[in-house]
């Protein structure tokens, strides 16, 4: 009897549809997230949109396997759009876990779709952080910055990265960004600890030893230099709105 389904050309017409706009859906999902399109990403809630046709009439066992193929798209996208290899790897896995403890439909396609969400906005992080006006170097050194942030981070070690010299790096970033190498990752590991005072219950301190700051008391000082609040202070702000 399956064989004859299989011998009909109106069914495997029908199933070789149902390929293609799969196809074309994970295409244009993934041409979102290389180009950080966050306006695009956030249009996908409708139920006709192209991220719910890929589960609409499948087992939840059958969007398991399309949850996974989903966030290894966005994997290869992230890096396709400029993203670190270690900082999308990092994002498949966190939300790989995150699918293991979904039980239903609901769950699931939330979880997918916040990683879809993130993906597009770091990549979009990114894109607005690298400007055409600036120098390939300058833009690889960024995107390294960013990919290894929190670790500590050194000029000489991006340096290496990008074939220059320590001391023509510096001059390069100097003179093309406005700031210097160590004040722009401390602009960076400042816009993470809004970020982290925003959307997670972390403490102080453990914000100051994740993202590398010297002491809690320093990370005070630069926060309140940079935002004109203290950590306390934006964390107070952010809940009263």
Do not use: W
């Amino acid at each position: 009897m399956d064989n004859e389904i299989r011998k009909n050309p109106t069914f495997e017409y029908e199933e070789s549809s149902i390929y293609i706009a799969n196809y074309n859906a994970e295409a244009q999902l993934g041409r979102i997230i290389v180009n950080g399109l966050i306006q695009d990403m956030q249009d996908m809630v409708s139920v006709d949109s192209p991220f719910y046709t890929l589960f609409k009439g499948k087992t939840y066992h059958q969007s398991i396997q399309v949850a996974n193929s989903l966030l290894t798209m966005a994997k290869f996208a992230g890096i396709q759009g400029g993203l670190g290899i270690e900082s999308a790897y990092t994002l498949y896995e966190s939300y790989l876990e995150k699918t293991d403890d979904c039980h239903s439909m609901t769950d699931l396609t939330s979880t997918v779709y916040s990683a879809l969400i993130e993906y597009t906005s770091e990549v979009d992080r990114l894109h607005s952080m690298t400007r055409k006006q600036y120098s390939a170097p300058i833009n690889r050194a960024i995107a390294i910055i960013m990919d290894k942030m929190p670790e500590k981070i050194t000029l000489e070690d991006v340096a290496v990265e990008v074939h220059l010299t320590p001391k023509y790096l510096s001059a390069l970033f100097i003179k093309e960004t406005g700031e210097s190498f160590c004040n722009y990752v401390r602009d960076i590991r400042i816009q993470n600890a809004k970020k982290l005072l925003e959307t997670s219950d972390m403490s102080l301190l453990e914000i100051t030893n994740l993202l590398n700051f010297s002491s809690q008391s320093y990370f005070n000082h630069i926060f309140k230099q940079k935002t004109g609040m203290t950590p306390k202070e934006f964390k107070n702000s952010q809940q009263t709105q």
